[in-house]
């Protein structure tokens, strides 16, 4: 008899007026089908978010990118490398006939700083900020060498592009637009290099994306002031007008 209840009571509420009145339905009428109609709605929030991370490459000695690396903090590109042009065919990088001559200093190690940008399907730009001075010691500086490369804009999958246009390959020293996407704004990964070169093959993977040297780069000389260089980097994602 509890069970008859509560068929009963379940029944009734099913009924209800109450319950019948948020719903659109039907008309009564003769047999046949009938339809109840719901409204169904959400909404989406407007967001401008970017994530970046950094990661750690390096290159072999004829500049091709060694697989992997970690993801780090900072873009710290440790003491300079120093070498002769022992690594280049006939130990001559620069074919003027004289072999073995010291190359200017650079990194033995690059970095790739991948992000992640979405603004709500609205077009958008990517830039970078260096500090005001670049990468400095005191009144000395890296600049002439310091490059970024803007590499490709992806999904994320690093093989599919969200289109939109890259920046040049370029000295990283001051305001710098990286990637400007295309009208409709589809959220992607940015991929950007950033490097002390030197022109040698050693750095051939981090250049590999540049039709030509960038304008005013300059090596770094083998009698460099010593010391610690520091500077910083800003990413900034803009929603264009």
């Not at 990088?93 to 991948?114: I, T």
């Not at 992640?116 to 730009?125: D, L, Q, V």
């Amino acid at each position: 008899m509890k069970a008859l209840t509560c068929s009963v009571a379940l029944a009734a509420w099913l009924l209800s007026p109450a319950l019948a009145s948020a719903i659109v339905c039907d008309a009564s009428g003769p047999a046949g089908p009938k339809n109840c109609i719901a409204d169904v709605s959400a909404a989406v929030d407007s967001v401008v978010s970017l994530d970046c991370a950094i990661q750690e490459k390096t290159a072999t000695p004829d500049g091709k990118e060694v697989a992997g690396g970690p993801i780090v903090p900072s873009m710290n590109f440790g003491n300079l490398s120093r070498r002769t042009e022992s690594i280049c065919p006939g130990n001559d990088c620069d074919g003027d006939g004289v072999q073995n001559e010291p190359l200017a200093l650079a990194g033995d190690k690059f970095f790739k700083v991948f992000c992640g940008a979405n603004t709500s399907r609205r077009s958008y730009t990517l830039a970078h900020q260096t500090s005001a001075a670049g990468l400095t010691n005191g009144t000395n500086n890296l600049n002439g060498a310091w490059v970024v490369v803007p590499v490709q804009a992806t999904t994320g999958d690093g093989l599919t592009s969200v289109g939109g246009v890259m920046g040049n390959c370029d000295r990283a020293l001051g305001n710098k637009t990286l990637y400007t996407s295309a009208a409709a704004g589809t959220a992607g990964v940015v991929e950007l290099v950033y490097a002390i070169g030197d022109r040698s093959p050693h750095v051939g993977s981090t250049l590999a994306h540049c039709s030509s040297v960038p304008a005013g780069f300059a090596p770094i000389p083998p009698d460099q002031q010593a010391g610690a260089y520091a500077g910083t980097v800003t990413w900034t994602l803009t929603v264009n007008p």
